[in-house]
């Protein structure tokens, strides 16, 4: 079965610092992989998926940036942070080509 | 563009009511329905899904029909627990690109005992 790993689980961070969210995967090849921001009280935004190494797709543009190193590994990147970049952060990786398995998500603070 | 729409929350109830938690969907072509649970400080679990219209998902007690009539994938459950009390966000998946999920903004369920 799938396990996704995602650190740092906690992270505070100053206004204008930069950013490195780590994502990997195990027991599958070759997924899907996407990166999510949940704010505080609101839905899921989908932010990057990926389908294979180097491949990126941009849901909204921001400060944000996402890449695919290795086949399970999915980094998401700022170069300076701002306030409103603060919530939950959520990795996922598709299941066939319906369903999506959540990692357990990473909980950033910018300050 | 395809889109989700839940209900408000929060929804607050007591041990043993009924819940219903109301989503309908705006998709082109036919889209598969999902259910995603989230209990807090955790990522989301797949709850339930329907792939096509009449589908009925179930899980954990938890229900919800597939309606094409009225695009609406309603979830219900017949008496819920205190350890129902979590997050619940509809979903669909894409029907212009099925790598990706469409989210409702997620609703709130509190049990009390």
């Known amino acids: 079965s799938q396990t996704i790993h995602q650190w740092p689980a906690t992270l505070v961070q100053p206004v204008g610092s930069p950013l490195s969210l780590e994502c990997t995967v195990e027991?599958?090849?070759?997924?899907?992989l996407y990166w999510y921001r949940q704010a505080a009280g609101r839905g899921l935004q989908l932010l990057f998926y990926?389908?294979?190494?180097?491949?990126i797709s941009s849901e909204v543009p921001q400060n944000l940036s996402a890449s695919r190193p290795q086949d399970r590994q999915f980094i998401l990147s700022s170069k300076k942070l701002l306030l409103s970049d603060s919530g939950f952060y959520l990795c996922?990786?598709?299941?066939?080509?319906?369903?999506?398995?959540f990692g357990p998500g990473t909980r950033l603070t910018v300050t | 563009g395809n889109s989700v729409t839940q209900m408000e929350g929060p929804v607050t109830l007591s041990e043993e009511a009924f819940l219903t938690i109301n989503c309908t969907y705006t998709?082109?072509?036919?889209?598969?329905l999902f259910w995603y649970v989230q209990y807090p400080g955790e990522g989301l679990q797949l709850l339930l899904k329907?792939?096509?219209?009449?589908d009925k998902g179930s899980n954990k007690g938890f229900e919800a029909t597939y309606r094409k009539e009225t695009t609406s994938f309603h979830l219900e459950k017949g008496s819920v627990q205190v350890s129902d009390s979590a997050v619940y966000f509809c979903?669909?998946?894409?029907?212009?690109?099925?790598?990706?999920?469409?989210f409702g903004s997620g609703t709130r369920l509190l049990v009390r005992p």
């Open positions: 027991g599958t090849s070759n997924p899907n």
């Open positions: 996922a990786l598709g299941i066939g080509l319906l369903e999506q398995y």
């Open positions: 329907a792939t096509k219209a009449d």
């Open positions: 979903a669909l998946s894409d029907g212009d690109s099925s790598y990706k999920l469409i």
């Open positions: 990926s389908v294979g190494i180097g491949q």
């Open positions: 998709a082109t072509g036919y889209p598969s």
